[in-house]
Each structure stands twice: as structure tokens, then as C-alpha cells.
């Protein structure tokens, strides 16, 4: 014969394991939780990041007097970049046109197209900037004269520092739109 203690004490003994395996389980898999998800983090972490070299701090392009007043001179933008793997050195990231005016106020576009990303050369001859890859002609104040692009030259963010110094923020610009919209 059995007693009441013995009774209650068979029926609680399965309770009490399958609470300690429930627990069990459930503390497993917030322990590998932890660093499956820093490690995905990390996996994915290149892909989002944004690089500030693509994204504007001011780089130094040279000195006003190196300016001939009204041709435009050409600079590549040059940075280093690097993702979560990789380091690299003086990647050029783009160019920028210069140009000086008799009052030696200085104008940065981007030699990029805005219709669809095309490089933009100088033509001295024709005194414009030319996009090859649709006919599109441009002023040398950037502003369209010819062509399909759906905007003038896009414009930089420029300081002159002591006195001298020309500084140029360079940025991407969405192509194919009639607004100016920076990318990164």
C-alpha cells in the first residue's frame, strides 16, 4: 500500500524534469543567440556602413594661384577606403573640375554627368564641358546648353581657407533626376 507522500511525490518528479529540460533548453538557446547575432552583425556590417570618403569631408585640392582665371582644371579625388576585411590606400573615388572666375571666386562641379553618370570632359576649343555619351553640352557655369541630361552640372561645397587654400566637399549626386540628391 501506498501513502499519500509517495503518491504526490511520483507525480511531481516528472514536473519538475521536464521544467529542468524546458529550462534547459530555452537558456541553450539564448546563450547561442547571443553570438549568432553579434556574428551576423559582423557578416553584414560592410554592406551597410557608409564610407566618409564617399560622403563628404573636405578635401584639400591645391591653392588658389595654381588657377588659371576662366579654364577649368581637373583634380581626381583620391581616399582610402576600407570594409570590415579589407584595407585600401589612394583609391581614386572621382574628380572634380575647378574654376576660377576674374574675382577669384572658385566654382567645384562634379565631372559627372547627371543624366546617367558619364564623365564629363572640358573642351577648350568649344570653351564647354561635353558629355560624350548622349551629345549633351554644358556652360562654364554648368548650366545645360544642349542635350538630354535632366539638370545642369552638379556643384560642390567649396571653401577657400587662409586666403589661399581650396577646399572641396565631394559628393555623388542621383543620376537621371531632375532634382540634385546627394548619394552616399
Not at 571666386?105 to 558619364?118: I, K, S
Request: charged share 30%.
Amino acid at each position: 500500500m501506498t501513502s499519500d507522500n509517495d503518491h504526490n511525490s511520483k507525480d511531481e518528479q516528472p514536473d519538475r524534469r521536464q521544467f529542468i529540460k524546458g529550462a534547459s533548453c530555452v537558456i541553450g538557446a539564448a546563450i547561442g543567440a547571443v553570438p549568432m547575432a553579434a556574428g551576423v552583425r559582423v557578416a553584414l556590417s560592410p554592406l551597410v556602413d557608409k564610407e566618409a570618403a564617399e560622403g563628404g569631408a573636405m578635401i584639400r585640392l591645391g591653392d588658389l594661384g595654381d588657377l588659371e582665371t576662366g579654364v577649368p582644371m581637373k583634380f581626381a579625388i583620391v581616399a582610402d577606403k576600407s570594409d570590415k576585411w579589407t584595407r585600401y590606400k589612394d583609391v581614386p573615388v572621382g574628380a572634380v573640375y575647378l574654376l576660377k572666375n576674374e574675382k577669384d571666386e572658385v566654382t567645384a562641379f562634379n565631372t559627372v554627368c547627371p543624366h546617367l553618370g558619364c564623365f564629363v570632359d572640358y573642351r577648350s576649343k568649344e570653351q564647354d564641358f561635353f558629355c560624350p555619351c548622349h551629345d549633351s553640352n554644358f556652360a562654364l557655369d554648368g548650366k545645360m546648353k544642349r542635350g538630354v541630361s535632366p539638370r545642369g552640372m552638379d556643384t560642390l561645397e567649396l571653401e577657400l581657407r587662409n586666403t589661399s587654400e581650396v577646399w572641396v566637399k565631394f559628393q555623388r549626386f542621383k543620376a537621371n533626376s531632375k532634382d540634385k540628391i546627394a548619394i552616399s
